[in-house]
Antibody, heavy 118, light 108 residues
Framework: QVHLVQSGSELKNPGASVKVSCKASGYTLSNYAINWVRQAPGQGLEWMGWIDTNTGNPTYAQGFTGRFVFSLDTSVDTSYLQISGLQTDDTAVYYC???????????WGRGTLVTVSS | EIVLTQSPGTLSLTPGERATLSCRASQSVNSGYLAWYQQKPGQAPRLLIYAASRRATGTPDRFSGSVSGTDFTLTISRLEPEDFAVYHCQQYGDSRLSFGGGTKVEIK
């Protein structure tokens, strides 16, 4: 069976950094792009961007430049989302999702809750 | 960026009824590249429909998608108890992907 396995919930102080992992299980990470999606509490889904899992080239959506970094370690079939300078409004569930067919998401991780609070 | 507007925000229906959910795009979506996802509380979204009308593997045939111009529709022919959830549309016809705001289908 194929899965995307995400790291566990995080509680961080404002100004700190966090790194969320997303491990491909049951398939090879480099065969599909990985996208990142944010969902703030009680809100809709927000596309953050994607990373080309062959080249490692990231593309960031508007509003997710500067403090957000996508990266890869293909040796362990894992993609990462790092957020620096955390703010309280970064509190959200962060999902990784596998893109196929030009850009729809056929496989999602279970999400990682990042809570930013002092 | 293509803006997707979903309506209504909430749909209150009873099991067995027909649900019609709308997703309107601010401009043409290339090749009808629109997907629908179902999300239940505490869970990740699940792909239902892609390319406007193609059911994903495992999607029951009571779910159908259609398109007319920039108006996309998800129809659930007869609501089952497990269908009460939030539904999101997403376009991938533009390199800047985007989601609609979601429609909650709740039990009346």
């Amino acid at each position: 069976q194929v899965h995307l396995v995400q790291s566990g919930s995080e509680l961080k102080n404002p100004g700190a950094s966090v790194k969320v992992s997303c491990k491909a299980s049951g398939y090879t990470l480099s065969n599909y792009a990985i996208n990142w999606v944010r969902q703030a509490p009680g809100q809709g889904l927000e596309w953050m961007g994607w990373i080309d899992t062959n080249t490692g080239n990231p593309t960031y959506a508007q509003g997710f430049t500067g403090r957000f970094v996508f990266s890869l370690d293909t040796s362990v079939d894992t993609s990462y989302l790092q957020i620096s300078g955390l703010q309280t409004d970064d509190t959200a569930v962060y999902y990784c999702a596998r893109a196929t067919g030009g850009g729809y998401f056929d496989l999602w991780g279970r999400g990682t809750l990042v809570t930013v609070s002092s | 960026e293509i803006v997707l507007t979903q309506s209504p925000g909430t749909l209150s229906l009873t099991p067995g009824e027909r649900a019609t959910l709308s997703c309107r795009a601010s401009q043409s979506v290339n090749s009808g590249y629109l997907a629908w996802y179902q999300q239940k509380p505490g869970q990740a979204p699940r792909l239902l429909i892609y390319a406007a009308s193609r059911r994903a593997t495992g999607t029951p045939d009571r779910f159908s998608g259609s398109v007319s111009g920039t108006d996309f529709t998800l129809t659930i022919s007869r609501l089952e108890p497990e269908d009460f959830a939030v539904y999101h549309c997403q376009q991938y016809g533009d390199s800047r992907l985007s989601f609609g705001g979601g429609t909650k289908v709740e039990i009346k």
